[in-house]
Structures are given as C-alpha cells and as structure tokens.
C-alpha cells in the first residue's frame, strides 16, 4: 500500500476561506436545519458501523488506516475540542480522549501515535458509542439554545469533517476484511449481470482561459480557492472512467512487465509490492474476482476499475496512447455533466455501479496534478489552519467522488488527495489526450 506521510485519516482541507480583509469566514450560510442535519450525519456514522463487531472496530490493517472506533470517536471529539469546549460549561466525557483521539493538531497537544491506534482496546466500541451520545446531547443543547456565527460555521465544519470520516470509515473497513484469509462480506448485496461497458467516447473541450475553484456559493473547502484563472489548450476527455475490461486488456497485454510504461517509482513500487493486478482483485478457477462490501464476487466488466494507485494510473493511460487530465482539465470537463452522478454512498451498497457518461460517483479519479496551493492561498488562523496546508507535498490530486462519498459532499470544485503508491482507495481514472 505504499507509505502514507500525511495522516489520511484526518488529513482535509478546512471549511474556511478568507475575505479581502483577511478575516476568515465561511463561504455560505448554514443548512435551513442545522439540528437535523447533524443528527442526520451523526446517525449515518453509526449506521455504516453497526455491521462491524468490537472486533472489527479496534483493529488496525496498516498504518495508513484508523480502526472504525477511532473514526467514531474522533470525530466526536473534534466537536467537543472545537466547539463545546469553546463554547464554555462543557464537562467533557473522558480528559483522556483527548490524547487518544486527537489526530495531528499540534496546537492542541499531545496524541496517540498513529500506526498504534489499533493498540487502543479501551475504551470499547461501547464506551465510544456513549461518547458519541454524550457529546450529541451536548451539541443539541446548544443547538436549541441558540448559536452565533462562530459556533453554526464550526458545527457546519464538523459535520463536513464527519462526512469525510465517513467514507474513510468504508474504505478502513474494507481494507481490514480484505486482510482476512475468507474475505467476509461487510454487507449483502444481491449478485448483479455483468453487461458490456457502455462504448468509450470522447468529448471535446475548447482551449482558452478558464476561472477554476470554488466561486464561493455553499459550502467549501479552504483548499478549493482562491479562485483563479488557468489557460488549457485543446483537449479531449473519456466521457466515462476506465472499465474492468479494459484493464483486463492491459494485464493481458504485459502491463505489470513493462518498465516503459511506468515512472520510475512506480516501476519500483511494482518489483516492490509484486503488484499484478489492482487492489483487491485475485485469480479463482482460473478467473478474475475483486473483494467488495459483499465478500469476494467475480469481476464486472462494466465497472470502473478501482483501487489503483497514480502509478497504475498513470501507466494506464500511457499504454492506452493518452494521459492523465490535469485537476483543471477535469474541472472543467465537469461542469458540462455537473449535474449527473454515479453511486455515491449507500449503506446497503458500498460499491460502484456500472462506468457511466458521468463525473462524479462511483471513484474517485486520478489527475496528473501534484497537489499544491493555488495563487494566494492562505491557511486559517489557529488549530484548524492544520487541517489541510501543511500536507501540500507529495500528494496527487484526485477529483470527483466515490461509492463512499456522503451525498451531498461531492462537488466539481473538490480536491481530493493521497500519496502515489495508495490503493485502498476507491480511486480510478478517466483518460484525456490533445
């Protein structure tokens, strides 16, 4: 899986942008509904957990991956740190909690090393789930009350944390049964036809100079601006993500024994890692099968591959004669089909549906752009200024979203970002050339 050097468990941008006169602010206002909204988000927490025993929610599968209790706490505690805490009158649960659940917040203190959260049996998954109640009482209790700007833009920012939880949640999850020697299902899930993809087809997109970034209506990460003007040259992109089939081709056709297609370091990750094929996928009686949310199931023709690194990714496209989009290629491209989805996250699912003339669902998709700021970023004020500038180094952009993205999350503008070699990651391609 590579070595990850941000913390992917808590590593996003924060909710924050800031104004001429320097002040931070949030780009929009909150929800109609705030109470319903974090009630909404906190209950879909526990529900992506409740098929996970105690067992399940303690253990750790790498260092790159929280165990599900630790997501279910920390994100608790992110709104008692940040919110309740400031807010005065506040008796917190535990004063342990918060050593144990804080991720990488210098300016709070001290944490738990990382690669041992799995070390962490107590508190139980039970304990946690009292946490999470104690807190929730708390939080509606303001709510009620009545809160001011401040607090609403740190709730509305929880939640969004909360709901990048909740696809790291998924993903941590499948990535510890996928260690199992049985592969047991996270879920059940009816078995599904295998059709043939839908025809590769190309779209064209003029050159010229383009506004990318967030415009600052709803919500946004501080990462997504400021927004700026970039000149593309003509280009063509995929009007879908790259099959199953067709990286079935690529395999037949010696991908994974060709030093020509890779970048070095991804040449080196492949001898390293004896990579063969993506993440998750093996050989049963002589076929193709992949680990899901359901167990092991034989391989879908029609999905989006998933579960590539960007050196597969990038490999890919050079054996198929194209690219990777640049993070503003495909912005742009987005906007033309901003408003069709793919699978996003369904408890009762957790996995893509077929590659359709979409951009936003089902995974999430490699670009060939480091991720960086953009002109004139500035990171917030205080502890949550941590929470995204200080990882712009050897990461790549991916964009779009996933099968475990929340709906409602996912957005043109919205930058996601793993180092090179991560492949638990729901995390495709779309191909792009001049």
Known sequence: MGTALVDTCDRRPVAYCHDDGGRVSLAAPAPPSLLARFQDVRALTERLAAPLSPEDQTAQSMPEASPTKWHRAHTTWFFEEFLLGPAGGHQPFDPTFRYLFNSYYEAVGPRHPRPQRGLVTRPSADEVGRYRAHVDRAVVDLLRRGVDEKQEEMIVLGLNHEQQHQ???????????????????????????????????????????????????????????????????????????VTNAEWLEFIADGGYDRPEL????????????????????????????????????????????????FYEADAYARWAGARLPTEFEWEVAAREVADSRGRLLDPDRLHPGPAGRHMLGDVWEWTSSAYLPYP?????????????????????????????????????????????ASRWVFAGLRLARP
């Open 262 to 309: 890779w970048l070095s370091d991804g040449w080196a990750a492949v001898r390293r890692h004896g990579w063969r094929a993506p993440g998750y996928w093996l050989r049963q009686d002589g076929r193709w099968a992949a680990f899901g949310s359901a167990g092991v199931r034989p391989l879908r023709r029609d999905e989006p591959v998933c579960h590539l690194s």
């Open 376 to 420: 004139g970023f500035r990171p917030a004020q205080g502890a949550v200024g941590e929470y995204n500038g200080k990882f712009m180094s050897d990461q790549h952009v991916l964009r779009g979203a996933s099968c475990a993205t929340p709906a409602g999350h996912e957005r043109p503008t919205y930058r996601n970002f793993y180092p090179a």
């Open 167 to 241: 696809e790291l949640l998924v993903m941590d999850a499948l990535h510890l049964l996928s260690c199992h020697p049985f592969g047991p299902a996270l879920l059940r899930r009816p078995a599904e036809d295998d059709p043939e993809p839908l025809p590769l087809t190309w779209r064209a997109v003029p050159g010229g100079l383009y506004e990318v970034g967030h415009d600052g209506t709803g919500f946004a990460f501080d990462n997504e601006g400021p927004r700026h003007s970039v000149h593309l040259v003509p280009f063509e992109i995929a009007e879908r993500a």
